[in-house]
């Protein structure tokens, strides 16, 4: 697993403010559900990508198919992706191709693929693989509660 030290993740967790969300779920208790939700709270746009449920709302948000499909209007900075690795190169692919001010890709924990980073950092952009954002998030701004990771599962009246 790759190394990351915590001035490099607190800076990418910082430079950016629209995630899309590949692989996300509308299910509440599907983690990609809690960690959109969770991100969204910390003042993140999540843009949610699953062809499933593509025209549904969630979260104050239309899902996309696909990242071609986000409109051109909307500045994605980041790609989270929570897709098994042999999906991910031609998510990357896709996502250079049509996001013009990506900055991050980032794999979800249990997601790595050597070729995918490649291609994004020979574009200048950050790579993190097996990581979650909003564990990063927790972690790094103080968030972690003492018997262990804050889950994001809150009352749904918030």
Not at 11 to 28: C, D, E, H, W, Y
Not at 100 to 108: A, D, F
Request: proline letters at 7%.
């Amino acid at each position: 697993m790759p190394d990351y030290s915590d001035r490099f993740l607190t800076q990418t967790l910082k430079m950016v403010r629209t995630i899309a969300m590949v692989g996300f779920s509308p299910n509440p208790v599907r983690p990609s559900y809690f960690v959109a939700r969770y991100l969204g709270l910390k003042g993140y746009r999540v843009i949610p990508i699953n062809p499933g449920h593509a025209g549904e709302r969630v979260l104050g948000e239309v899902i996309h198919a696909d990242l071609a499909s986000i409109p051109k209007d909307i500045r994605v900075d980041m790609v989270d992706i929570f897709r098994r690795p042999e999906a991910v190169p031609a998510i990357v692919e896709t996502a250079l191709a049509e996001l013009p001010h990506l900055k991050v890709v980032w794999m979800q924990i249990g997601v790595e693929n050597a070729e995918a980073a490649a291609m994004a950092e020979a574009r200048g952009l950050r790579v993190i693989q097996n990581r979650c954002p909003k564990i990063e998030y927790q972690r790094l701004f103080g968030e972690l509660r003492m018997g262990g990771f804050a889950t994001g599962l809150i009352s749904a009246k918030l």
